[in-house]
């Protein structure tokens, strides 16, 4: 996995979650990116993991721009 925030994030949405890379862009949000409830708790499992969260963390980055849910993910890591 990257080191980058964004990259790690832009690599969970394109590898795990089969988004089409085009549609993940830094000021997408999740919704964008055409994620249904389903994936967004995928996601959120995902992205505890991977960041070393909470889920209260990534629930609350939903709605942001993906670059900047990502440095929220990065910087909220334990």
């Known amino acids: 996995m990257p080191s980058d925030p964004y990259a790690r994030l832009a690599t969970i949405l394109t590898g795990r979650l089969e ?24 996601f959120i499992t995902v992205a505890c993991r991977e960041f070393q969260v909470g889920e209260s963390e990534v629930e609350q980055v939903v709605d942001l721009p993906l670059a900047e849910a990502a440095e929220a993910l990065a910087a909220g890591a334990r």
């Open 19 to 42: 988004i089409h890379p085009d549609l993940v862009r830094p000021e997408a949000t999740l919704r964008q990116v055409e994620l249904d409830s389903l994936a967004i708790e995928e």
